[in-house]
C-alpha cells in the first residue's frame, strides 16, 4: 500500500469517530420496529415517521430512537420534535410511550 493511501485511511478512521463534522440534511431509513418496520424520513429539518403515533402525536419511538442515535449530526431543527421536545431531555430510564 503506498505511504499516501494510509495516510488518508488513517485519516478517514479519525474522521469516522467525528461524528460532528457530518450534518444530514435528508435521508430515508427503514426503521425494524417491535411490531413491523417503518419508514422514517428526514427533510427540511424535521423527522417523520410512517407510523401510528407520528400521525397521531407529530412525534414517535421511531423519530426519537433516530434522533439520539444521529444526535450530533442533525440540525438544532432536527433535534426537535413536537411529541418529546429534544430528544436529549428524555431520560434513558423514563418509559416511552410506543
Not at 28 to 53: I, K, M, P, W
Not at 56 to 68: E, N, S, V, Y
Amino acid at each position: 500500500m503506498h505511504s499516501s493511501m494510509s495516510g488518508k485511511i488513517e485519516k478517514a478512521m479519525r474522521y469516522a469517530h467525528e461524528p460532528d463534522r457530518v450534518t444530514f440534511e435528508s435521508f430515508q431509513a427503514t426503521f425494524a420496529g417491535d411490531n413491523g418496520s417503518h419508514r422514517v424520513t428526514l427533510s427540511d429539518d424535521a423527522l417523520r415517521c410512517d407510523c401510528h403515533l407520528f400521525d397521531a402525536a407529530g412525534g414517535c419511538t421511531h423519530t426519537l430512537a433516530m434522533q439520539k442515535m444521529l444526535d450530533p449530526m442533525l440540525t438544532a431543527a432536527a433535534r426537535e420534535t413536537t411529541l418529546y421536545g429534544r430528544a436529549d431531555a428524555v431520560d434513558s430510564n423514563e418509559a416511552v410511550p410506543v
